[in-house]
């Protein structure tokens, strides 16, 4: 009868060793050789038993093996994340006189193009081969791809409920709109160079939330997930008051409270940290957040 597989049955952990004949068992040479040909075959038996080539998620997948095994079984190669545009003129009244001699040709072409690490080279195969969405598009196909994507490193598995993505529709247009970073960059740049699944009749664009210094104050182009006003905050939190960031009144600042600064600063970061231990006057301390009366300002120095 034959066996049926089974994932509740442990791998082999040892292969079957070679041995000498009894009669070669006192040569000191052929035991080192069959003992080091032994310790060989572990070594492999081990190194498959924990690089399951199909699991392309696994830590010691990656590099040239990563590139072997996604194109080798899943026929995904790594991407080339492009922000390259091309012009080409060429004919006549294609471009303004004097622009170019006439009856010749011109190509352009500006932007830069990086090869995409390992953790986005799998972000990107996890995107395109997750099945436990379904099959058919719909919003949450699309906002657990988008989530999965932004907070899954090197392609896991990420819980989709927590912090979707903000996502409005205008026709067949789908707006997204996160925090910015480097992650949100590259799913921008994997969509825009196609190597993202996507249903042809509908188009993704994207916004970012960002922190800018207006003049030493603190702004944001967007909200997510910040409140919009402080009703029913604790004394210390931040909201979103129309393009600045507020704080709640009613703490006093911890003066050994580590400073914060605009640096490195993101809108999840200060969420969390609130601004109840910003100081309230200006720290004259370059890049260094501090609550005006209720406004977050930046100093500058």
Not at 204 to 233: C, E, H, I, K, R
Request: a negative charge; glycine letters at 8%.
């Amino acid at each position: 009868m034959a066996q049926i597989e089974s994932f509740a049955t442990v791998p082999l952990q040892a292969p079957i060793n070679s041995y000498l004949y009894l009669e070669y068992s006192d040569d000191e040479d052929l035991q080192a050789f069959v003992a080091s040909q032994n310790a060989l075959a572990q070594s492999y038996l081990t190194w498959f038993n924990q690089t399951p080539l199909a699991l392309y998620t696994a830590p010691a997948v990656s590099g040239p093996l990563l590139d072997w095994t996604a194109q080798g079984i899943y026929d995904i190669s790594r991407p080339v994340l492009s922000t390259e545009a091309s012009t080409v003129i060429a004919g006549y009244d294609s471009a303004a006189y004097n622009t170019i001699a006439y009856d010749a040709a011109s190509y352009l072409s500006s932007g830069s193009a990086i090869t995409a690490n390992d953790d986005i080279y799998k972000r990107v195969m996890t995107w395109n081969m997750y099945r436990g969405d379904g099959q058919y598009f719909t919003m949450g196909w699309m906002k657990n791809r988008i989530n999965r994507f932004l907070n899954g490193p090197n392609g896991t598995d990420y819980t989709v409920q927590e912090n979707p993505p903000s996502i409005t529709v205008s026709g067949t247009v789908f707006t997204v709109t996160a925090y910015a970073g480097d992650i949100y960059t590259a799913l921008q740049l994997a969509y825009a160079n196609g190597y993202l699944s996507f249903p042809f009749q509908y188009t993704m664009s994207f916004l970012a939330l960002v922190f800018l210094n207006d003049g030493g104050v603190l702004q944001m182009t967007s909200v997510s997930d910040y409140p919009l006003s402080d009703y029913g905050l604790a004394a210390g939190a931040v909201w979103y008051n129309g393009g600045t960031v507020a704080v709640v009144p009613g703490v006093t600042p911890n003066p050994s409270a580590p400073p914060v600064y605009f640096a490195g600063l993101t809108a999840p970061g200060l969420l969390s940290l609130g601004g109840g231990n910003l100081p309230f006057n200006d720290p004259a301390n370059n890049g260094q957040l501090w609550n005006n009366a209720g406004l977050i300002c930046i100093s500058a120095g």
